[in-house]
């Protein structure tokens, strides 16, 4: 058990009684990004010795949202002149190894896993670190309630306001400022943090906030269970996976955090009765409304009810115990190697240090490691710290920002070609050359020759990603004057390992070909999130996959397994007209929503010739998307229909989802110029005069229910769509 004593930060009491007339905040001049072949780690610098000899960087200012000197640019009259301020202003942003950085934030539960697991392990926590959190959890405060929602734009929820408010008062915060009485008088509006979901009522068990008698059971021997069983772990969804086997270990291991005089006020704070007179027990199903996306099944609550009831205090033998936690504890120690301590995600990597800490010790590698990487999820920007979706999306966004360049038609302008060089070398450097040590132990699938979303070193196969890089590897390498890094063999790598994730249905997945079936979301037990357990066909995978195959085969290797190749895409292709609605539309899974999922789809379908000229299901998807311009000539697409699986038109018209519609028409070749050029205009009437856009609303989603940013989006697709109007009509002067 950890024995914490009250700490101090920035000199003040964490349970001081007086809040403060203005936030603190860091000087930020003083913050740099430190890129290292991808890992990307933000530094503050105390001397002024420092400060000279490691300048701020134009993307340092950027970012965080400080002037960044970029000269005004004559106004465009073209397409193509807008895509040349776009890319203008974005190439100051490439960062030294070659790739883009961004914030990659939106989800508001990420930071409360981190900050609980610094106070129970006594990591310490900069004054720096915790003041910029604290700034960013107060400006993404809901400013009509108090409280905060899974994510930034959505509705307050106990997941959200409970969890947040714990960790600003562990973070400082007073329990008098007005803004945490304000959320705090909300968070007691929606019951309680009793009523929060199955992730908060683990975290909260764990700072010894909440009695784990009201946590879910989610014992290890789920991991004991043979391969066959259709529930066995090894079918879930990855990220699933990598998030209950640390949490069944910490359960297990019944670790809880010593009482504190902090946590003790706490627990008079979030719930609306006294501590003392909670019946935990009672309350392991209670979830306020608000959090409640995915009700449980009756036979998820018949199975935990078996759990809590027989298994537990009658069938659950030490040996069973002991054997459990050795397997699950020999799995968290794989994926620390396989991954240097990266881990897969933000909500799995402060689960597995926490692990750590009670298996090795404080003092051990494997927690000072783990401290180390933890600050590969956190990001500063001018609201202050937040902690990114994932490690970053270096060679996602790095490899589309290619794509967008030489569809433009200006990859072979000379002022581009040493930008494009860098960012064929992150590629180059990126791509994964082996598969995980005894990948079949750990469930982990072939990844030779793949790229992952962020980096290397963080090591998963994504079938999109690969695709996508690959793509662009293809695209440059062809061009005169561009160096050939990624070799054949290498390329025939990637090629083989997309060969492996396809599903018998014909569709592709993320991380992993589909291993279990759809019945498993009975036993969802995330609450807060949809279809999370297992893999599902993605129609963005699937026409990447299918885009990327056709391309190698058409442009770089016709010879290599052909008849394979050939027998995928059709399969594919097959699967893509079967997932269109009947209006049309495609539903996106990782982006905002039918605009995004519909850019693919008619960019794979074009890959195989199908137009609006030459199939009617083209035609249709064109006009799903005709009958939804708005009178500026863009499209806005709300988050919501993502949540309720409903096209919702956005207020306002947004510059990125226009962008998606453009170029679905164009690859369409849908052959009308006058809706196309309409929203030409609106795009390149929203562009500043330094070549950048404003950010507008949030971009991608996870889960249904999460939505997620992608900022560089609004570089990349500008240029992208802009680029393939002028190409297709000539470049014309735009009024």
């Given at each position: 058990m950890a024995r914490l004593r009250e700490k101090q930060t920035n000199g003040v009491p964490l349970s001081r009684k007086k809040p403060e007339a203005a936030d603190p905040r860091t000087d930020p001049s003083r913050w740099r990004l430190l890129d290292e072949q991808g890992r990307q780690t933000w530094h503050y610098l105390r001397s002024d010795e420092e400060i000279k000899e490691w300048p701020q960087s134009i993307a340092d200012r950027y970012f965080l949202g400080l002037p960044t000197g970029q000269p005004p640019l004559p106004r465009p009259e073209t397409p193509l002149n807008a895509a040349q301020n776009a890319i203008a202003y974005f190439s100051q942003l490439q960062l030294p190894p070659g790739n883009w950085a961004c914030e990659y934030g939106g989800p508001l539960f990420l930071l409360p896993g981190l900050v609980i697991t610094w106070y129970v392990t006594e990591t310490p926590i900069p004054s720096h670190i915790s003041i910029e959190i604290r700034r960013y959890l107060f400006a993404r405060q809901n400013p009509v309630d108090g409280g905060w929602g899974l994510h930034v734009e959505g509705e307050s929820s106990v997941f959200g306001t409970a969890m947040n408010y714990v960790i600003l008062r562990l973070l400082g915060a007073s329990e008098e400022d007005l803004r945490m009485i304000k959320a705090r008088g909300t968070l007691h509006k929606l019951g309680g943090a009793i009523n929060g979901p199955h992730w908060a009522k683990f975290w909260l068990s764990v700072l010894g906030c909440m009695e784990p008698e009201a946590v879910n059971p989610v014992p290890p021997e789920l991991w004991l269970l043979p391969d066959w069983v259709p529930f066995a772990p090894w079918r879930w969804w990855i990220h699933i996976r990598q998030v209950y086997l640390p949490m069944s270990y910490i359960v297990s291991k019944g670790f809880r955090c010593t009482s504190t005089p902090l946590t003790r006020q706490l627990r008079e704070e979030i719930y609306t009765?006294?501590?003392?007179?909670?019946?935990?027990?009672?309350?392991?199903?209670?979830?306020?409304?608000?959090?409640?996306?995915?009700?449980?099944?009756?036979?998820?609550?018949?199975?935990?009810?078996?759990?809590?009831?027989?298994?537990?205090?009658?069938m659950r033998t030490d040996f069973i115990r002991r054997r459990a936690e050795q397997w699950t504890w020999d799995l968290i120690r794989r994926e620390d190697e396989n991954t240097d301590f990266a881990n897969l995600g933000p909500v799995s990597g402060p689960m597995n240090l926490l692990a750590c800490y009670i298996h090795d010790g404080p003092d051990s590698y494997a927690v000072a490691r783990h401290r180390e990487r933890m600050h590969d999820f956190l990001w500063v920007k001018d609201e202050g710290m937040l902690m990114n979706g994932t490690n970053g999306v270096q060679?996602?966004?790095?490899?589309?920002?290619?794509?967008?360049?030489?569809?433009?038609?200006?990859?072979?302008?000379?002022?581009?070609?040493?930008?494009?060089?860098?960012?064929?070398?992150?590629?180059?450097?990126?791509?994964?050359?082996?598969?995980?040590?005894?990948?079949?132990?750990?469930?982990?699938?072939?990844?030779?020759?793949?790229?992952?979303?962020?980096?290397?070193?963080?090591?998963?196969?994504?079938?999109?990603?690969?695709?996508?890089?690959?793509?662009?590897?293809?695209?440059?390498?062809?061009?005169?004057?561009?160096?050939?890094?990624?070799?054949?063999?290498?390329?025939?790598?990637?090629?083989?390992?997309?060969?492996?994730?396809?599903?018998?249905?014909?569709?592709?997945?993320?991380?992993?070909?589909?291993?279990?079936?759809?019945?498993?979301?009975?036993?969802?037990?995330?609450?807060?999130?949809?279809?999370?357990?297992?893999?599902?066909?993605?129609?963005?995978?699937?026409?990447?996959?299918?885009?990327?195959?056709?391309?190698?085969?058409?442009?770089?290797?016709a010879s290599y397994r052909p008849a394979e190749i050939e027998a995928t895409i059709s399969k594919a292709v097959a699967w893509i007209l079967k997932d269109q609605r009947k209006d049309g539309s495609w539903y996106g899974s990782w982006g905002i929503c039918f605009t995004y999922a519909g850019m693919f789809a008619l960019e794979s379908l074009a890959s195989v010739g199908r137009y609006c000229s030459n199939d009617e299901r083209v035609a249709l998807a064109c006009q799903f998307f005709l009958d939804r311009q708005m009178a500026d000539g863009g499209w806005g697409e709300s988050y919501k229909s993502c949540t309720d699986g409903v096209y919702t038109q956005h207020a306002k018209s947004q510059v990125v989802q226009t962008c998606w519609v453009i170029i679905a028409l164009l690859e369409a070749q849908y052959p009308e110029r006058e809706p196309i050029e309409k929203a030409v205009r609106m795009v390149m009437s929203r562009q500043q005069q330094d070549g950048r856009w404003e950010q507008e609303a949030i971009e991608g989603v996870f889960n249904k229910s999460c939505m997620i940013t992608y900022p560089n989006y609004k570089f990349i697709f500008p240029v992208k769509a802009l680029g393939m109007f002028a190409k297709r009509f000539g470049n014309p002067k735009i009024q």
């Amino acid at each position: 058990m950890a024995r914490l004593r009250e700490k101090q930060t920035n000199g003040v009491p964490l349970s001081r009684k007086k809040p403060e007339a203005a936030d603190p905040r860091t000087d930020p001049s003083r913050w740099r990004l430190l890129d290292e072949q991808g890992r990307q780690t933000w530094h503050y610098l105390r001397s002024d010795e420092e400060i000279k000899e490691w300048p701020q960087s134009i993307a340092d200012r950027y970012f965080l949202g400080l002037p960044t000197g970029q000269p005004p640019l004559p106004r465009p009259e073209t397409p193509l002149n807008a895509a040349q301020n776009a890319i203008a202003y974005f190439s100051q942003l490439q960062l030294p190894p070659g790739n883009w950085a961004c914030e990659y934030g939106g989800p508001l539960f990420l930071l409360p896993g981190l900050v609980i697991t610094w106070y129970v392990t006594e990591t310490p926590i900069p004054s720096h670190i915790s003041i910029e959190i604290r700034r960013y959890l107060f400006a993404r405060q809901n400013p009509v309630d108090g409280g905060w929602g899974l994510h930034v734009e959505g509705e307050s929820s106990v997941f959200g306001t409970a969890m947040n408010y714990v960790i600003l008062r562990l973070l400082g915060a007073s329990e008098e400022d007005l803004r945490m009485i304000k959320a705090r008088g909300t968070l007691h509006k929606l019951g309680g943090a009793i009523n929060g979901p199955h992730w908060a009522k683990f975290w909260l068990s764990v700072l010894g906030c909440m009695e784990p008698e009201a946590v879910n059971p989610v014992p290890p021997e789920l991991w004991l269970l043979p391969d066959w069983v259709p529930f066995a772990p090894w079918r879930w969804w990855i990220h699933i996976r990598q998030v209950y086997l640390p949490m069944s270990y910490i359960v297990s291991k019944g670790f809880r955090c010593t009482s504190t005089p902090l946590t003790r006020q706490l627990r008079e704070e979030i719930y609306t009765q006294p501590y003392s007179s909670i019946n935990f027990p009672s309350h392991r199903n209670s979830i306020s409304p608000t959090d409640n996306y995915h009700p449980k099944s009756m036979l998820l609550n018949i199975f935990n009810q078996l759990l809590v009831n027989i298994w537990g205090p009658y069938m659950r033998t030490d040996f069973i115990r002991r054997r459990a936690e050795q397997w699950t504890w020999d799995l968290i120690r794989r994926e620390d190697e396989n991954t240097d301590f990266a881990n897969l995600g933000p909500v799995s990597g402060p689960m597995n240090l926490l692990a750590c800490y009670i298996h090795d010790g404080p003092d051990s590698y494997a927690v000072a490691r783990h401290r180390e990487r933890m600050h590969d999820f956190l990001w500063v920007k001018d609201e202050g710290m937040l902690m990114n979706g994932t490690n970053g999306v270096q060679t996602w966004d790095t490899a589309f920002l290619i794509q967008a360049v030489v569809e433009a038609g200006l990859a072979e302008e000379v002022k581009w070609k040493p930008m494009l060089i860098k960012a064929l070398e992150f590629l180059d450097d990126q791509q994964i050359r082996e598969d995980c040590p005894e990948q079949g132990i750990c469930y982990r699938h072939r990844r030779k020759g793949a790229w992952a979303f962020s980096t290397r070193e963080q090591g998963y196969t994504v079938s999109d990603c690969t695709s996508e890089a690959l793509k662009s590897v293809i695209l440059l390498q062809r061009l005169p004057g561009f160096p050939k890094l990624v070799s054949d063999e290498r390329i025939k790598d990637a090629i083989d390992t997309l060969l492996t994730m396809q599903n018998p249905s014909g569709g592709f997945a993320s991380y992993e070909p589909i291993r279990g079936s759809q019945y498993l979301e009975y036993l969802n037990a995330a609450e807060v999130f949809g279809r999370i357990m297992i893999e599902y066909d993605y129609p963005e995978c699937t026409t990447a996959v299918v885009t990327a195959l056709a391309m190698f085969s058409r442009t770089h290797d016709a010879s290599y397994r052909p008849a394979e190749i050939e027998a995928t895409i059709s399969k594919a292709v097959a699967w893509i007209l079967k997932d269109q609605r009947k209006d049309g539309s495609w539903y996106g899974s990782w982006g905002i929503c039918f605009t995004y999922a519909g850019m693919f789809a008619l960019e794979s379908l074009a890959s195989v010739g199908r137009y609006c000229s030459n199939d009617e299901r083209v035609a249709l998807a064109c006009q799903f998307f005709l009958d939804r311009q708005m009178a500026d000539g863009g499209w806005g697409e709300s988050y919501k229909s993502c949540t309720d699986g409903v096209y919702t038109q956005h207020a306002k018209s947004q510059v990125v989802q226009t962008c998606w519609v453009i170029i679905a028409l164009l690859e369409a070749q849908y052959p009308e110029r006058e809706p196309i050029e309409k929203a030409v205009r609106m795009v390149m009437s929203r562009q500043q005069q330094d070549g950048r856009w404003e950010q507008e609303a949030i971009e991608g989603v996870f889960n249904k229910s999460c939505m997620i940013t992608y900022p560089n989006y609004k570089f990349i697709f500008p240029v992208k769509a802009l680029g393939m109007f002028a190409k297709r009509f000539g470049n014309p002067k735009i009024q």
